[in-house]
């Protein structure tokens, strides 16, 4: 499957996550979109040194400004259970903006076509580095990065787009 690109309608699908009370919820993709501008971004997984020490929290430093261009919300996947992101976001306590989305069985990331196998080293199917900036679920850019690179799925990067 291709990957999803600029133009392309973004696929519905479940995600969960811990709400406020700390209940395990389940939403769709398109509720969560529909009629907005977001930001979904994704990395391998959570808890890795990439992730935790720069991608997320580029997204979390600059949800502001982010926001201030027009961004409603600003949603971050990843093929974990929906307990270890609860777990991953209490590392950040000054997130206020970023809402932590699991894809535990990846089926997801594999509708966006966004999958990346590491198996080899023992991680399984996980998800490519990515940001996408949708508004009423149509990709408007679509940053995805190559191997395990960090270069244009930046929270920097989307607001050049934006």
């Given at each position: 499957m ?10 519905d699908?479940?995600?969960a ?15 969560l ?18 992730c935790?020490?720069k ?15 027009g ?6 996947l ?8 609860r777990e991953w ?29 590491l ?5 399984g199917?996980?998800s ?23 270069t244009v799925s ?9």
């Open positions: 291709a990957p999803i690109a600029v133009g392309d309608k973004i696929p699908g479940t995600l996550y811990f709400d406020a009370e700390n209940q395990l919820q389940q939403v769709s993709v398109h509720y979109a529909a009629g907005k501008k977001l930001i979904i971004f994704g990395v391998p997984g959570a808890f890795t040194p990439t935790s020490t991608h997320v929290p580029g997204f979390i430093e600059h949800a502001e400004a982010l926001k201030a261009k961004v409603d919300d600003i949603l971050l990843s093929v974990n259970d929906p307990f270890v992101m976001a209490k590392t950040f306590p000054d997130n206020k903006h970023v809402k932590f989305l699991a894809d535990g069985a990846a089926s997801y990331t594999h509708a966006l076509g966004l999958e990346l196998d198996s080899e080293k023992g991680l199917t996980r490519r580095r990515f940001a996408l900036l949708v508004d009423d679920l149509k990709v408007k850019v679509a940053n995805v990065e190559s191997g395990g690179e960090f930046s929270a920097e990067e989307i607001l050049k787009a934006l």
